[in-house]
């Protein structure tokens, strides 16, 4: 239902699309953050949001002059306020702002808008200066904590360090909305890592080798473990001769991590396709768990270490128990392929042995630490 | 979470075999690639080769570990111990090798003294992991060998309850206040943002600056300010972000006294040069200046803010020391507007100035501004 602000903030929008247009898409321009910039939100052809943003530099915040949000059924509750509200969250901590938001006279006359105090007071936020038209600093850090998503656990990890003075809650909200690391490969540096604020930071070098070689171990398992959630999410429609893919429809499970057995858990909400195994075709059904135990390895390292890997595995099965709807895996780069063949072999038998799948992903170590050492890289100016 | 296990590999010294004779060569060559890391020259190329050769100093050293080689595990708090030791000690002395994963024969001795003297002085030579590496050294340091370090990730760790943090984390200094900032002149606005950021960092409160869509002659105008203004203000640190979300290093307030009168009359007897801060941006300039101070080619590449911002500083602080030596300068600065090159530049200015204050005035750089169709000279550093 569209609020009596509406019909202006629709107009003002079109104003600022057509004055960002002569004044920049017109002379192929970039616009500087001190000017107006207005943003659509759509997945396919459902349009969520519109917001028209520019940093404040006399405030040192982001001033906000449209803020339209949609809710459409089709979407879970709240989904057209919370993309628009993570964007506005974004763009305040990348333009060096203070995280501090400001609305103007044209959004609801100077208010917060409706719709963010509603999102606001169901992720359980007070937000205090809502006739000001402002969210301050602090609320916004505990907006995007919640809006970010994290588990329980992570937010824990998360608030220890924020308190520990090691990294902030801001930077680690803006790195996953950034895609430099996304929600469940940052759960994973949270929660399996021993030192997560070093892979977060960025903070080693390569010449520091020890360091670097374990930050970059662990970055590299993170990624593994979130190239096994994209293929499980990837859903192909249409025939033989044409496979579609279609935005906004991922096969829906949960993803949850067990920190001492560095293992991805996923709880199928539908029956699940089981990729890179052996056998040709193994669906986990709707209410079952994919147990994987993510381990990274290099060809040298899965030889070096399986006995060890074997172990924890068994040790694994017996904490989730043997019910039906647990299926086991042990999670290996490419590398794997690569071992000669009776040592293949021997491997897949002793894992058989003990009821857990060898699950071989098609990347290989090598090109997973070349993405790894790049965001570590990024990572490393991030403001924090 | 789950552990790392760090595996000390010790094999012997002699090249017996021709795994060994390989692994000596390759040694041998990736401390020569440390030495030109040390330097930073061909970053990216020397890591690449450093990568590459430990890779095959480790690989070698796992196949040999269990025919010839004793072995030492140490858990997770090893590496913790090291990354405090490596914050706090990084330049401590080049042939300490903190965190390298290689010790060829005549190596380890010094390595292990370092080490311990490290431990020691932070406290961390208590602990078992520490103490095991330490007495494992110094047995390969009397015996002789070579000692390699392997990693084991990912390895069964406890469940272990992070706490309760939530309480804590709630008590933590944010600010919940709104802004409300004059409509006063740009550069007044610019004042009196710096002050709240000072007034923020005083509180406790994170304090930060972000000059990115700043004109360039409010910068150095509005820092020199709070650089030289302290009137009973401890110096403070206050952070430097970008609007592409990039930090630098933080900017130094309040560290520097005015020159007195005795000390600004030697000033003038000092050559006079001017110079542009940016070639190949105004042309105009070339005419005019002796030199630019940095190359537009390496400062104007596709970066990070923060990254162009340390590079301008490390040049920077390259050049003052240059000039230092060379007895001191006046410098008329013209300059141009890129924030991260100005940022950089009066920060290593600042730092080089307030590192030695008493052999001022070595400098005086005086900062020139395009504005309203001719250069105007702003106020001097020195």
């Known amino acids: 239902m569209p609020t009596p602000y509406f019909e202006q903030a629709l107009g003002r929008f079109e104003e600022h699309v057509r004055e960002f247009d002569s004044k920049y898409l017109s002379k192929g321009e970039i616009p500087k953050d001190y000017g107006f910039r207005p943003y659509r939100f759509c997945v396919r052809d459902a349009v969520l949001g519109l917001a028209v943003v520019k940093y404040g530099r006399r405030e040192d915040l982001l001033v906000v002059d449209v803020c339209l949000t949609a809710d459409p059924p089709q979407f879970p509750p709240h989904s057209g306020t919370k993309i628009v509200m993570i964007s506005l969250l974004c763009e305040a901590f990348k333009c060096g702002a203070k995280l501090e938001i400001k609305f103007t006279e044209n959004v609801e006359g100077g208010r917060v808008p409706f719709a963010v105090y509603k999102l606001a007071r169901h992720l359980g936020v007070t937000l205090s200066h809502i006739d000001e038209g402002h969210i301050s600093p602090a609320e916004a850090r505990q907006l995007f904590m919640v809006l970010t998503g994290f588990s329980a656990a992570s937010s824990q990890k998360l608030m220890q360090l924020a308190v520990e003075e090691k990294v902030s809650p801001e ?31 960025g903070t080693s070098l390569p010449e520091v080798r020890a360091l670097y070689l374990n930050d970059l171990l662990f970055a590299r398992a993170a990624l593994l473990g979130s190239f096994l959630d994209r293929k499980l999410a990837r859903r192909e429609r249409g025939d033989e001769e044409q496979v579609l893919e279609l935005e906004g429809d991922a096969r829906r499970f949960g993803i949850s991590f067990d920190p001492a057995f560095y293992a991805k858990i996923y709880s199928a909400e539908e029956p699940l396709l089981v990729p890179w195994i052996e056998e040709d075709e193994s669906w986990v059904p709707a209410g079952g768990r994919i147990v994987a135990m993510v381990r990274a390895r290099t060809v040298a390292d899965i030889e070096l270490h399986f006995e060890d890997d074997l172990a924890t595995a068994a040790k694994m099965m017996e904490s989730y128990g043997r019910q039906k709807e647990n299926f086991f895996y042990l999670l290996y780069p490419r590398d794997f392929r690569d071992l000669p063949q009776d040592v293949k072999e021997s491997i897949t038998e002793s894992l058989r042995g003990i009821g857990v799948g060898p699950m071989i992903c098609p990347e290989m170590a090598e090109k997973l630490d070349v993405d790894a050492a790049k965001r570590l890289e990024k990572a490393r100016v991030i403001r924090r | 979470m789950s552990k790392t296990s760090v595996l000390l590999v010790r094999l012997p010294g002699e090249a017996t075999l021709a795994e060994n004779s390989e692994l000596f060569g390759l040694m041998k060559e990736a401390t020569g690639v440390e030495v030109k890391l040390a330097k930073g020259a061909n970053l990216e190329q020397e890591r690449t080769r450093y990568w590459l050769l ?29 990354a405090l030791m490596v914050e706090a000690f990084a330049s401590y002395s080049p042939s300490l090798r903190l965190g390298a994963t290689y010790y060829a024969a005549d190596q380890v001795q010094e390595h292990v003294r370092g080490f311990a003297e490290v431990a020691q002085k932070l406290g961390l030579a208590g602990l078992p992991d520490v103490k095991k590496r330490i007495r494992f050294l110094r047995k390969v340091a009397s015996e002789g060998g070579v000692v390699v370090e392997l990693q084991n990730p990912y390895r069964l760790g406890a469940v272990k309850e992070s706490g309760k943090w939530g309480e804590k984390f709630v008590k933590l200094p944010v600010s919940d206040q709104i802004t409300s900032v004059g409509n006063g002149s740009l550069v007044d606005q610019t004042r009196e943002l710096v002050a709240l950021a000072v007034e923020s960092k005083k509180k406790g409160l994170s304090g930060h600056l972000n000059f990115s869509n700043t004109r360039n002659d409010l910068i150095p105008q509005v820092l020199r300010e709070f650089v030289y203004g302290a009137n009973g203000n401890d110096p403070v640190q206050i952070e430097i972000v970008y609007s592409d979300g990039s930090e630098a290093r933080p900017f130094p307030l309040f560290c520097l006294r005015p020159l007195a009168e005795e000390a600004k009359a030697r000033i003038v007897t000092l050559p006079e040069v001017k110079v542009g801060l940016l070639s190949a941006r105004h042309p105009e300039l070339d005419s005019l200046v002796a030199f630019y101070w940095f190359r537009n080619q390496e400062i104007s590449e596709t970066r990070a803010m923060a990254q162009t911002d340390e590079i301008a500083y490390e040049k920077s602080v390259q050049l003052l020391r240059r000039l230092k030596k060379e007895g001191g300068y006046r410098i008329s600065l013209y300059q141009t507007g890129f924030p991260p090159a100005v940022v950089g530049f009066y920060r290593a200015l600042v730092d080089e100035l307030a590192a030695d204050p008493d052999s001022r005035p070595w400098i005086e750089v005086t900062p020139c501004f395009f504005l309203g169709g001719e250069y105007v000279q702003g106020a001097p550093w020195c």
């Open chain 1, 171 to 201: 930077r680690v909200c803006f790195m996953v909305h950034n895609g430099v690391w996304e929600l469940p490969e940052m759960e994973s540096i949270l929660l399996g890592s021993g030192q997560p604020e070093r892979i977060i930071l």
């Open chain 2, 54 to 82: 430990c890779e095959r100093i480790e690989s070698i050293a796992q196949n040999l570990a269990g025919l010839q080689g004793q072995l030492e595990e140490l858990g997770e708090e090893y590496l913790r111990a090291l």
